[in-house]
């Protein structure tokens, strides 16, 4: 169908806010609003599917391109791209997207298609993020990101939900209005907004730095990074299920998406120079969440402050200005939307049936509810980085970079410091499992609770699988992004980044140049690959 | 003659606005606006508008200001009596200054422009009715839609706070 | 550099399916679950096992048709992790070390699996208890025949995993939860430190690889092991914390002894056989690490050797069987560890082997007590049990005779060995001889306290427990027969050469532990140079082989370990059977206090919560989240500034006051100026 | 003396600002809204103004604009007065200050 794969990243994209503006204005009823967001969702899903498998791998340049002129001559324009990071992410996006919706299936009983509506409307604007080359085209999605997730928390969201929602927005909006005056100040220099048009400027030292600053501060609130967490917990305690799910699955991961796509290739100086400071406040942020997770007395909370110590990794990762820790950095992006994003599914299924999150309330729930404790723990243990599940290799990558980091000083000391995060998230996790999952069953009302139903095991199944997938299999990932992040690395000059080294660098198939028959056995031949 | 008329149409205009911004009451000043829109026709007139002219009295004279009144008088009461209270006597310069600073820089810079005068030699038909509509269905067709949409919104708003009313009360 | 590629490794697709067929049977077990009846769960249970074993022993065979210098079996499934210069495969390798290491895991593995039918067939987690073993058996090997370092690790927190997931099997009491919590967290503890060695190890090697070598691998590493000289100290000190959480050592051995909460085939297998020793096991694979950081082995040493002392003296005066089995398990992995750090790693080795078959034997022994006592625990209520239960005692006194090293069975020739090194290596002495001499004394004692408190007397139990007291079913009391058959007989394949024996276990061992390279990796360039000097490495360094004078005094030693095991045991007899005054008197000995640090652990569980959890807990509660995140960032910086934006609000909100006409006036005011501005520009 | 440029636009600001006067000085929000719309009509006397100077029928064409948009601003703004005095039985701004809040 050239009709559709011809603009396939616009088809992506504008399907989910086709969906909301149809359930905004047609379809109110409940039963309908539901299946018509669901259908979407999958159908996204599926049109993402063509992405993934028509991507060619070998390549770290832009695919799929679509380019109009919008405004100012065509100095401002839409353009669309996608690369093996946008990949990852998108992919992430439009698997997550069915499930969200699928989850909220009892959880909202009002105004259901709005909030489906704005379910969507959020997923159109986050896939526009990842594909977004022209920086104004960016900056709007970026924004319109805001005002659905503001409306999910504001209207759907728990007791303080105003608070909450406020909090979020200011926070988020405060970090961009920097973004967008050091976006103008480059589309003045360089006289269109496309990213390649930045890409190609050569800017001096002072200027970098002021603008790494605007635009770092816009994407470590969103992260967040510490100390520009404080929002975090509080959106996700108050946010519905499915709000959480979204936040922790892919809007944070905005903000590392934001740094690596824009913050690090645009200002290659000014992220040599700021790398050591960012480097500690990640590392911060990865004990101080896991600290502060470890005594928090409500479950989603204790989530929450577990991604502020994931994310912190993330950062971390992506500082350590090695390709390794680049590469594990976006894996954490996936492992984290998959393992957070799980917990705050099993979290809003307990929720849903007790009206409750405190620890204290609960205990002993393995006894009534096996599959629900199962999948629980398998989804804690990924989150801890268990080997054979997805966390691990990326913290491992994250963690091996930041230890090889050759322009990161005290690299060895923040790996040795990060890796204490291992450490401390298997302690709260599993003195949260312990306390929620094991012991007697002493409060009474948490008899006949029932165990996970078809539609919540079809839900969760799939995260949990892939859990497993990348955690055995990090190739399918990996192979897909080598190509791009070497590309958008290339101005930072970083070792390793280009094409040289011990003869396996970044562009080379490695198996290639191997002799091969040389005696019955060579590690790593080319059919296993 | 021209000049004759332009000024005493002028004079009257500035006389209604004047007067109407006196008037404590409403219904007064209403009419008052009526003597100046009227007036402001025979501006119009001068300045070879005559469909302008024309539609200035039917319009706004006419259709406009009648909403007004009928307004006026259905809500009656205070507003029929006008103000109760006058503005307190310390506040009169604070108002007055800044419009009459604006009067008078703007008259400043009038001033300042060479006087050029009016055009007089014009098409035939300037102004007229047929003139107007090839303008207003050619080059401005886009204005012309541009209008209708601001009417249609108007109307629509209109009968929603009506509508909303009487389900108040 | 001659990169590994040229050299002949055997590609046997066999070794998957050890690995795999346990995990098969988890999978099975875990999915069905309830709905397959008990028999057909045990079934594919003790079958996946049992066929993981029968493989095992076919790859073992097939390894050893092979050449001494060449024997290495290799099967790479898939590539794992591939990034830039980075690739891990996920593949595995058997050589002489992890082949007795999986024909030891499989075997006791079955056997504890064939009990644990009987003793687990009135349980209600049945399904669920053997899928979390297949599960453990599948990471054990995983562990065990890992290709490389990071496949190593994988099942080393595997079996963290499935050591957390069993011992809180019974999880309705909050004690064994916490205690497998603590079993994970504190094995996570030493994981860091394992870790950051790996990622060492790995960025001093990487620059030196060739292309295609696959980093962490064990040949590739141990073909460039050259090139970790200078950091081999700090890599090899980090890869021993690892170990001293999974083999239970100073300072983390505080959770194996908690680790009694899971059910007796657990303890056995996983805490005693097999799981506990996986840091002795990674230690002797990375022995070419450690043989470059001679600090590093004096560490292992002393670490190993204060273990074996301090968790022997806690053992005499515990009461609870299985403790007193446990505290015995981290005394002799402190053995095992001292032995490594000797250099004498196939001593250690071997003592890993004779000791999972008597400490399971033990354990399973223990089991069959607590199966019959009706879940008694506690010594002081038993007794009199030798008559009742007679396969049981007769067994378990054999596994209590291997232990304390009685001439001929298993204990003895490991123990002796293990003895051997410590007096004659360079980095031991007569001191260290001692200090283990000692330890061999203790555990003889100990044993016997509770072997004669157990078994002999009369019963203490109450009237109903006594009146259900019977022998086990044959489920059980047969892996016992066998495991008392290996515990007497599984030290003769290492008899040594001073009793005229020729020590087949340590020569089998030999190529792993050649000096300076991997024999097979060597062997293909340096030829049969490098084979004599891997033969006199395995010698150990002290050991000139052929050395009449060091051959008597090693008999001497034998000896006198002998009769000082006997001394023990004797002594243990005596105290606790006839005159219990002895043992009263010791318990009163100054005042009580010694007793009482024993009976108490030294205090060190509660050292480390009064040092560390409690004050960490309290930080993070009161000065990270009320202070720093509810305090300074939330209500210092956002709602500061959201106060100082209030304020100016409401400054301007004297502006706004809501008069339309004011509105208009400053409307004006603003055109007034804003013309003004215009003129004046021009 | 002839008519110039410059007088009409002379006159159009003196209109404008009695216009502006009135807003500020006026409280009957009615009379408010008629002071718009002389403002407007001042407006539309520059444009016919300029229409004539340039000879462009396209000044006449925003006058209709106007007449158009003040219409509906008149209908708008007096249907909300209208609905303000349902509720509030006045009409005086000063009395309404809810934007305040």
Redesign the interface.
């Given at each position: 169908m050239p009709f559709i794969t011809d603009h396939i990243l616009s088809w992506v994209t504008f399907l989910p806010l086709a969906g909301a503006v149809l359930l905004w204005t047609v379809v109110r009823r409940e039963g309908p609003a539901r299946w018509l967001a669901l259908g979407v969702a999958l159908a996204d899903f599926v049109l993402s599917l063509h992405l993934w498998f028509h991507f060619d791998a070998a390549s770290g340049v832009d695919q799929f391109v679509e380019h109009a002129a919008w405004l100012a001559d065509g100095r401002i324009a839409y353009r669309m791209g996608m690369d093996g990071i946008s990949l990852m992410l998108v992919m992430l996006t439009t698997f997550l997207g069915p499930l969200v919706i699928l989850s909220t299936w009892r959880a909202i009983t009002e105004r259901v298609a709005e909030f489906m509506g704005f379910l969507l409307l959020l997923q159109a604007a986050m896939l526009g993020t990842f594909f977004a080359r022209d920086m104004l085209l960016f900056y709007v999605f970026w924004e319109a990101m805001l005002i659905p997730m503001y409306f999910i928390i504001g209207v759907w969201g728990g007791q303080r939900r105003l608070y909450a929602a406020v909090k979020f927005f200011i926070f988020t909006m405060v970090g961009s209005v920097f973004m967008l005056v050091g976006i103008l100040w480059l589309y003045f220099q360089a006289g269109s907004m496309d990213l390649a048009a930045f890409l190609s400027l050569h800017l001096p030292r002072a200027a970098q730095l002021w603008l790494f600053a605007a635009f770092f501060l816009a994407f470590a609130i969103k992260v967040p990074l510490w100390p520009l967490h404080t929002w975090l917990p509080d959106a996700h305690v108050e946010a519905p299920t499915a709000g959480s799910v979204i936040l922790a699955g892919v809007l944070l991961k905005m903000g590392t998406y934001g740094m690596l796509r824009f913050a690090m290739p645009l200002f290659p100086e000014a992220v040599t120079a700021f790398a050591p400071a960012v480097s500690v406040l990640a590392v911060i942020g990865i004990i101080y969440g896991a600290l502060v997770a470890l005594v928090q007395p409500d479950v989603k909370k204790l989530v929450a402050y577990s991604s502020v110590s994931h994310l912190g990794f993330a950062v971390l990762g992506l500082f350590s200005l090695t390709p390794l820790g680049v590469a594990g950095s976006l894996y954490q992006m996936l492992a984290h939307g998959l393992s957070t994003g799980a917990l705050f599914l099993l979290v809003g299924v307990i929720y849903e049936r007790r009206h409750t999150r405190e620890i204290a309330e609960f205990g002993g729930l393995a006894h009534g509810m096996p599959r629900y404790a199962t999948l629980f723990l398998v989804t804690t243990l990924a989150s801890i980085g268990l080997p054979g599940l997805a966390g691990f290799v990326a913290e491992f990558m994250i963690l091996f970079g930041t230890f090889n980091s050759g322009t990161l000083a005290h690299g060895r000391l923040l790996a040795v410091l990060a890796a204490t995060g291992v450490v401390l998230g298997a302690i709260y996790m599993l003195w949260m499992y312990q306390r929620v999952f094991l012991g007697r069953r002493d409060n009474p009302k948490n008899e006949g609770l029932a165990d996970l139903n078809g539609r919540e095991l079809v839900v969760i199944l799939p995260l949990v699988l892939f859990m497993f997938w990348l955690g055995v299999r990090p190739g399918l990932v990996l192979d897909r992004v080598e190509a791009s992040i070497a590309r958008v690395l290339a101005p930072l000059g970083v070792e390793g980044a280009a094409p040289a080294g011990h003869g396996h660098g970044a562009l080379e198939a490695p198996a290639a140049d191997l002799p091969a028959g040389q005696g019955q056995f060579v590690f790593r031949n080319a059919e296993m690959r | 003659m021209?000049?004759f008329l332009?000024?005493s149409c002028?004079a009257l205009?500035?006389l209604g606005?004047?007067m109407?911004?006196l008037?404590r009451s409403?219904v007064v000043?209403?009419l008052w606006?009526v003597f100046?829109?009227i007036a402001?026709s025979g501006?119009?007139a001068?300045?070879?508008?005559p469909?302008?002219a024309i539609?200035?009295v039917l319009?706004?004279a006419g259709?406009?200001m009648v909403?007004?009144l009928f307004?006026?008088m259905?809500?009656q009461?205070?507003?029929m009596e006008?103000?109760r209270?006058r503005?307190a006597l310390p506040l009169w310069p604070?108002?007055?200054i800044?419009?009459?600073?604006?009067?008078v820089?703007?008259?400043?810079?009038?001033?300042q422009?060479t006087?050029?005068?009016?055009?007089t030699?014009?098409?035939d038909g300037?102004?007229g009715p047929r003139?107007?509509a090839?303008?207003?269905l050619g080059?401005?067709l886009l204005?012309?839609e541009?209008?209708s949409v601001?009417?249609l919104?108007?109307?629509v708003?209109?009968l929603a706070?009506?509508h909303?009313?009487r389900k108040?009360? | 550099m001659h990169s590994p590629e040229t050299q002949t490794v055997v590609q046997e697709s066999l070794l998957r399916w050890i690995v795999l067929l346990p995990l098969l049977g988890a999978a099975i077990n875990g999915l069905l679950n309830r709905r397959l009846p008990r028999a057909a769960a045990g079934a594919v249970a003790c079958g996946a096992v049992g066929l993981s074993f029968v493989l095992s022993v076919v790859a073992f065979l097939r390894l050893a048709a092979l050449p001494a210098g060449e024997r290495l079996l290799a099967d790479i499934v898939a590539p794992w992790l591939g990034y830039g210069p980075l690739r891990v495969d996920i593949g595995f390798a058997l050589d002489p070390l992890s082949a007795v290491m999986a024909l030891v895991v499989t075997g006791v593995g079955l056997l504890i699996h064939i009990y644990s039918l009987g003793y687990m067939s009135h349980d209600k987690g049945f399904q669920r208890f053997f899928t979390y073993l297949n599960l453990f058996i599948f990471s054990m090997m995983t562990l065990v025949l890992g290709e490389n370092l990071l496949m190593l690790f994988v099942g080393w927190e595997g079996v963290g995993l499935c050591s957390y997931l069993l011992i809180s099997f019974w999880f309705n009491e909050e004690a064994n939860a916490a205690a497998g919590k603590k079993a994970f967290i504190v094995n996570r503890v030493g994981d860091f430190g394992f870790l950051i060695g790996t990622f060492l190890l790995g960025v001093t090697l990487l620059p030196h690889l060739e292309p295609g070598e696959g980093l962490f691998s064990f040949r590739v590493m141990q073909h460039h092991a050259h090139v970790l000289a200078p950091v081999a100290t700090v890599i090899g000190l980090l890869l021993f914390v690892g170990a001293t959480g999974k083999s239970a050592q100073i300072p983390l051995y505080i959770w194996l002894p908690d680790a009694m909460a899971g059910p007796t085939p657990v303890s056995a297998l996983i805490h005693a056989a097999t799981m506990v020793t996986a840091g002795v096991y990674m230690i002797a694979r990375m022995n070419f690490v450690y043989v470059l950081a001679p600090t590093a082995m004096e560490v292992v040493t002393i670490v190993g050797a204060a273990t074996a002392v301090l968790a022997a003296t806690i053992a005499t005066t515990q009461n609870d069987i299985k403790r007193v089995l446990a505290y015995s398990t981290v005394s002799q992995l402190g053995y095992m560890v001292m032995a490594c750090g000797l250099g004498a790693f196939a001593a250690g080795i071997f003592h890993v082997m004779t000791h999972a078959f008597f400490k399971a034997l033990l354990f399973l022994g223990s089991g069959s007590v607590i199966h019959a006592m009706s879940g008694e625990q506690d010594m002081r209520v038993m007794g009199g049990l030798a008559k009742k239960l007679p396969i049981t005692f007769w067994t378990f006194l054999a596994g209590t005779f291997a232990i304390a090293g009685v001439f001929p069975l298993a204990g003895f020739f490991s123990k002796d060995e293990i003895l051997w090194k410590a007096f004659s290596s360079d980095g031991g002495g007569v001191a260290l001889w001692l200090v283990a001499f000692l330890v061999a004394g203790l555990t003889a004692f100990y044993m016997m306290r509770l072997v004669v408190l157990t078994f002999h007397g009369t019963n203490r139990a109450s009237q109903e427990v006594r009146h259900h007291i019977h022998e086990s079913p044959l489920s059980m009391t047969l892996p016992l027969v066998v495991l008392a058959v290996l515990s007497v007989a599984g030290g003769w394949i290492g008899w040594p050469a001073f009793l005229g024996g020729s020590n087949h276990f340590e020569h089998w061992l030999a190529p792993v532990f050649a000096d300076g390279g991997h024999g097979a990796a060597a062997a293909a360039h340096h030829g049969g140079e490098a084979l004599a000097h891997g033969a006199a490495a395995a010698h150990g360094a002290a050991d000139h082989a052929g050395d009449h004078g060091h051959v008597a005094l090693e008999r001497g030693l034998a000896a006198a370990s002998l009769a000082w095991g006997l001394l023990g045991l004797s002594l243990g007899y005596l105290v606790y059977s006839r005159r219990t005054k002895v043992a009263d008197t010791m318990r009163g000995l100054a005042g009580g206090w010694p007793y009482r640090i024993l009976l108490n652990k030294y205090y060190v569980d509660e050292a480390y919560d009064g040092a560390i959890i409690r004050p960490g807990f309290r930080f993070s509660r009161t000065v990270l989240w009320k202070g720093v995140d509810a305090g300074v960032i939330d209500g210092l910086l956002v709602n500061g500034s959201a106060l100082v934006v209030a304020v100016i609000g409401s400054l301007l909100r004297l502006l706004q006051n809501g008069l339309v006409r004011f509105y208009a006036w400053s409307f004006t005011v603003g055109v007034a100026v804003f013309v003004v501005y215009l003129s004046l520009k021009g | 003396m002839t008519v110039t440029l410059n007088h009409c636009l002379g006159l159009a600001a003196v209109i404008f600002v009695t216009g502006m006067a009135g807003f500020i000085v006026r409280r009957n929000a009615i009379v408010m809204l008629m002071c718009i719309e002389l403002m407007l009509s001042a407006v539309n006397i520059v444009f016919a103004a300029f229409a004539r100077q340039h000879a462009d029928a396209g000044g006449h064409v925003f006058v209709l604009m106007n007449f158009a948009v003040a219409a509906a601003e008149a209908a708008i703004g007096l249907a909300i007065l209208v609905e303000i005095y349902r509720r509030r039985r006045t009409v005086d701004v000063d009395e309404l200050k809810t934007l305040m809040e």
């Open positions: - | 021209e000049a332009f000024w002028g205009m500035v606005g004047v109407m911004v008037q409403a000043a209403a606006l100046a829109f402001a501006v119009f001068v300045l070879h508008a469909f302008l539609m200035q319009v706004y259709a406009i909403l007004f307004v006026i259905m809500l009461g205070p507003v006008g103000e209270k503005m604070a108002a007055a800044p419009p009459l600073a604006v009067l820089l703007v008259g400043a810079w009038v001033s422009r006087p050029e005068p009016l055009r030699a014009l098409p300037f102004g003139d107007v090839a303008a207003l080059r401005y204005a012309f541009l209008i601001v009417l919104v108007a109307i708003g209109a706070l009506g909303g009313e108040a009360s | - | -």
